[in-house]
Structures are given as C-alpha cells and as structure tokens.
C-alpha cells in the first residue's frame, strides 16, 4: 500500500493557509483595459440662453402646419415644455397649429384654446368665438371672442360678425343690423378678404344696407375675383390645371372666373368653419335640429340659430345660404348644375348675374335668386 502524499501547506503574510497547487496569479493593474467612460458634460440645450429659444419656439409656431408640430415639442422636455406655453408664444400660434378637430373636441382642447386666446392669439379667439357661438350655444361669450379678433383687424372675425348683423343670428328677426354689416363687411374687404369684397359688392349691386350704386358694386366683385385668381397663382398650381378654353358668352353683371374659362379651385376651408361642418355631420347630418337648416355651402358650417334664418334660392327651393359670398361659391362648384326649377314658372331670374333679395315671402323666408 502506497502512502498518501499529503499536499505542502503554504501560509501566505497574512497568518492564512492556502493550498499549493491553487496559488493565485497576481495580474498587473496596468494589464485590464479600463471601463468606458460615461459622458457626463453639461447638455449644451441648457447652455442657450431662454429669450433665444422662445424666439425660435415662436417661428415654429407661426409656421406650423398642423398641431402635431407643436406638440412634439410640448413633449421633448420640461424646459421646452415651459418655454413653448408661455403667452408670447402662445400668441403667435398659426391657423393650422390651432386647428382642433370636431371628432377629438374635449375639455383640454376646450383649455388649450382658451389659454392661447387669452394669450393674445387672435385666431384662437376667432376659432374659439366661432365654437362656442353656433357649437355651444354660447352666443354673448362667442360674440365678444370674435369681436375681440375684430377690433385687432383680423378679417375672418370681422366678415363672421357681419353675417351675424345681416342675419341677425342670435336675435329675432326684426335684430338684423344691415346697416352695421355693411360696415363691418367693408372693412374685412379693405383688409383683403375674398368673401367681404364679394358680399359688399353685391350689396352695393343690389342696394342692401347701403345706397344701390351698381358700378361700384361691379369693382368690388372685379376685385375679389383678383384676389382669388392671385392665390391661385401663389399656390403654385400648374396653369393648365384649372385654367381652359373660354366660351364665348355675353356678360352683363360681373361672372365669376370660371366664367371666363378659369375652373379655379376652391379656396381652403378655415379650420373655424372645418369645424362647424365637422361638428354638425357628427351630431345629424344637414340639419341641427328643429327644423334648423345649415348653410348650403359646403366649406362654410354656420347653422341657422332660428327658422328660416337663411336666404334661400328662389327657383329650386331647396339650398339656402348665410350670405351672398356662400352662394356665389357654391353655385360656382356645385349649385350650377344641380339648380332646376321645381315648376316651369319658378324662376325669376333677372338674366344680369346679379343676386337679389326678397323679403317677406309667404313661408317667412328670404329667397336669392341664382346667379345667371
């Protein structure tokens, strides 16, 4: 029988025994590769000054083109976060940053616009005016918002509460202000807007809320057919694309430019009135309830706040508009082809173009005549 080697016992300085064969190897420090070291430097965001990033928070928001834009930057960091809701930049949000759906309205939207009106932002009080004037029922709150945007020049504002005047939205009938409407309406078309000078120049074709002066009204409707040619232009939409062969026809008022072979587009649809379409579609279709009647161009929405509020046309019956300006459009893109007499005898057209009013018909409604 063998004997068992017995394993040499080795203490190490510290009094402590450890088997020979399991020595240990001391490694050198300068053998292991350090850690990667971590960036911990001061993020060069907080190094701008806040007067630099609210003036470039301040073109975003003048040029955003829908309201994710901003969003995401309410959502980057608090600092941004902080900086992008304070009231000057707040007050220069653009139409389309603002630009709420009917389908996503909610008491935070209901807020946020809120905040930016009071901020200064005049299309927040327009839009806001507008929703809470035919939408909510607010009639005296939404009536101060748009004239808040009114007396700041804002054009929209100022054309929206010349139709209130002429309709007397909101009143009786006998609340109508034609005199006032004629000078609100004038004012919106000093300031350029399209559907004023169009509303003006008919009223001073036909002689409503002013004295009739027929060549004056002709420049006005000339001049609002320039202006919507020159947007067309600066849309940057190709020539041939609405632009075709003109007919030869005879003309005695003043056309539209698709008369004159200009299949012009329609112009873009403000947000305020996107919503008020939008909101009615989702709550009944065309009608608002009791025997309430929207207006029958599609990128205007103002319903009707009493019965037989709207001018109706004389010869079909069937559509009817807050305003000329509505029915002009309208029949340029759509009325034009669908209008038929409901008897042969219905029409009274005068044959010159011209819109016409008459009041006091026997179902209480004020009728147009088509434009020829």
Known sequence: MLPVRQPKRVFNSA??????????RCVSSSSISPAPATNTGPDLLDSIPDDLVVSILCRLASTSRCPADFVSVLMTCKRLKSLATCPYVLSRLSRKAIAVKAQNWSESAHRFLKRCADAGSLEACYTLGMIRFYCLQNRGNGASLMAKAAINSHAPALYSLAVI??????????DK???AGVALCARAAFLGHVDALRELGHCLQDGYGVPQNVSEGRRFLVQANARELAAVLSSGIEARSWLTLPQPQIHH??????????NVPAPETHPANRFLA??????G???PGDGLRLCSHGGCGRPEIRKHEFRRCSVCGV???CSR???????????????????????????????????GNVNGDNVLVPMS
């Open 325 to 359: 300006a509505c029915q002009a459009l309208d029949w340029k893109l759509r009325h034009k082809m669908d209008c038929a007499p409901a008897e042969q005898d219905a029409a009274g057209g005068d044959g010159e173009g011209n819109v016409q009013i008459e009041e």
């Open 319 to 321: 559509v009817n508009y």
């Open 177 to 179: 202000d034609l005199r």
């Open 253 to 262: 008022g003043c056309p539209l430019l698709s008369d004159f072979g200009c």
């Open 285 to 287: 279709g065309d009608s």
């Open 15 to 24: 009094g402590v025994f450890t088997p020979a064969g399991k020595r240990r």
């Open 165 to 174: 005047q002429f309709n007397g939205s909101g009143g009786s009938k006998n």
């Open 278 to 283: 939008d909101w009615f579609a989702l709550r």
